[in-house]
């Protein structure tokens, strides 16, 4: 079943249809027309019943059947609402179309965003006194949104809405051009302080104050500004000292200046300068010096500017040549005293102090010959004073077989080395002198109780006496005395060559107790 379309685009009415029954004349009047009925129902007595069906089917059709024989119009697709003129009055030949009135309001909910967003960022830009840092550029903008009001009073909403977002769009990269702008204007002030340019740098941060209230960098640079004659007149008196080449007067100023400001770039750049040329000119010093201590033979005094030097420049391998030259030159002049030294010590027959010499000298250059020579003659002359005066200091040994004969042989070698240093010489003839003595025997006198037994080791059986005096070469000897019923005597005694006759007096005379025996 379909059903009537009641849109307002359907112009098209219905209007109500006209009836006739059974061919009557609708002219005619009423009267007539009552008594032709009443004839009528005369002549059929049944014809109320077919009214009755008649009408039903009538009606039927007027609801039912004509809606299907009459098609609402069909709407041209070529028809386009069109917007009212600068009039403002719509043409009263059309109705607007519901589709237009819905693009219509929703290019004017679209105006009415852009519009809230223009109005959003021109007051923050406002608040950020705009007129001062970008005018012509936010004028412009501004007046992009004017023009755009004009098109919107003529009601040509999408392109009121174009213009309108041209005037956003140069309002939002005035906004998003803050950033950078402030950023600019931070380097042209730090680049007016690092040149002494106080107004120049003033006006810089305070145009970022401008833009950005109570901005950290603008803060600072204004304070930074405040401080600049006084910081940039250190500088300048560090940089004339620099030019004269008073550097220690031109790092205390450039520290001043930057004690006061220590962002000034300048006087950073100026203060490496010349702390590098104080440590060029303390380096080419210490090295100087070093080399002057080495030709003074100040060797210590040398690897001490050495290390002040590489201290200075770790990098430098100067430092590490001089330092080595300075160790060399220590070696080399203590060799030389030390070899100096040995060779005094054998002049001055020192045997051992020479051998320790040499082997001093041999551990710092163990290819040193003279050393090596010096050493093994040392050594053996060393050895042969140890001989000589051990046997000279012990005369009384010498008598004795084996140690005679070794004595003799150490004067041997002794002669042979055929040199005639004091105290060689001395040595040699004491020996012989002690040689000589010790085989001349030398009276000894021993006084006893005749009842004592006396016996000399190494020598003999003495027997009993009084008094007895015998010959003995010189040396050391034992007396034993023996008695029965009495305890023994021991006596040491000691002939030393060429001393007077000695008296040893030997006797038993204390008993031995008779319980004892028993």
């Not at 589709?99 to 923050?124: C, F, G, H, P, W």
């Not at 100040?298 to 430098?316: D, G, I, M, Q, V």
């Amino acid at each position: 079943m379909q059903h009537r379309d009641n849109s307002k685009e359907d112009t098209v009415h219905i209007e109500p249809a006209e009836f006739t029954f059974g061919g009557e004349d609708s002219s005619r009047s009423p009267k007539q027309a009552t008594a032709s009925a009443l004839a009528q129902d005369k002549r059929n007595s049944y014809w109320p019943a077919f009214l009755g069906v008649f009408m039903l089917i009538a009606l039927v059709g007027v609801f039912w059947g004509l809606p299907q024989v009459v098609e609402p119009p069909k709407r041209s697709p070529n028809k386009v609402a069109t917007i009212a003129t600068s009039s403002g009055a719509p043409d009263e030949s059309t109705q607007a179309s519901p589709y237009t009135d819905a693009e219509i309001m929703q290019q004017r909910r679209e105006v009415q965003k852009v519009l809230q967003e223009i109005l959003e960022i021109k007051e923050e830009l406002k608040d950020r006194k705009v007129e001062i840092w970008a005018f012509e550029e936010f004028y412009s903008a501004e007046d992009l949104a004017l023009k755009a009001d004009e098109i919107y009073r003529k009601r040509n909403f999408m392109a009121a809405l174009e213009k309108y977002r041209e005037s956003l769009q140069a309002l939002e990269y005035l906004k998003n051009s803050i950033p950078e702008r402030i950023e600019r204007h931070v380097s042209e002030g730090n680049r007016a302080l690092s040149h002494g340019d106080k107004d120049s740098a003033n006006d810089a941060f305070k145009m970022v104050l401008t833009i950005s209230d109570n901005h950290p960098r603008g803060l600072k640079g204004i304070e930074r500004a405040d401080k600049l004659p006084l910081s940039w007149w250190h500088f300048t008196q560090g940089s004339r000292a620099f030019n004269e080449s008073k550097l220690d007067y031109a790092q205390e100023q450039l520290k001043k200046s930057l004690s006061i400001d220590s962002e000034i770039t300048a006087a950073q750049d100026l203060l490496a300068k010349v702390e590098s040329a104080i440590t060029e000119r303390d380096y080419q010093s210490a090295m100087s010096s070093g080399y002057s201590a080495i030709a003074e033979e100040k060797f210590e005094s040398a690897k001490s500017y050495f290390h002040r030097a590489k201290k200075l420049k770790p990098t430098a391998k100067a430092p590490d040549i001089g330092l080595a030259q300075a160790q060399n030159e220590a070696d080399r002049v203590q060799i030389e005293k030390l070899l100096q030294q040995a060779r005094t010590e054998e002049t001055k027959e020192e045997w051992h102090s020479a051998l320790k010499s040499y082997t001093d000298l041999i551990k710092k250059d163990s290819s040193l010959v003279a050393a090596i020579t010096g050493k093994a003659r040392a050594a053996a002359r060393a050895k042969l004073d140890d001989q000589l005066q051990d046997l000279i200091q012990d005369p009384l040994t010498l008598g004795e077989g084996k140690r005679n004969y070794f004595a003799r042989q150490v004067l041997t070698d002794a002669r042979k080395l055929g040199t005639q240093t004091p105290r060689l010489q001395r040595q040699i003839e004491d020996l012989e002198n002690a040689l000589t003595q010790a085989l001349i025997p030398l009276p000894v006198k021993f006084k006893s109780d005749r009842s004592t037994s006396v016996t000399i080791y190494h020598v003999g059986k003495l027997g009993n006496f009084d008094q007895r005096e015998i010959a003995l070469k010189p040396g050391r000897y034992i007396a034993i005395g023996t008695r029965e019923g009495y305890r023994d005597v021991r006596r040491e005694f000691i002939v030393k060559p060429g001393k007077s006759t000695i008296e040893v007096v030997i006797q038993c005379a204390e008993k031995i107790n008779s319980a004892n025996n028993s």
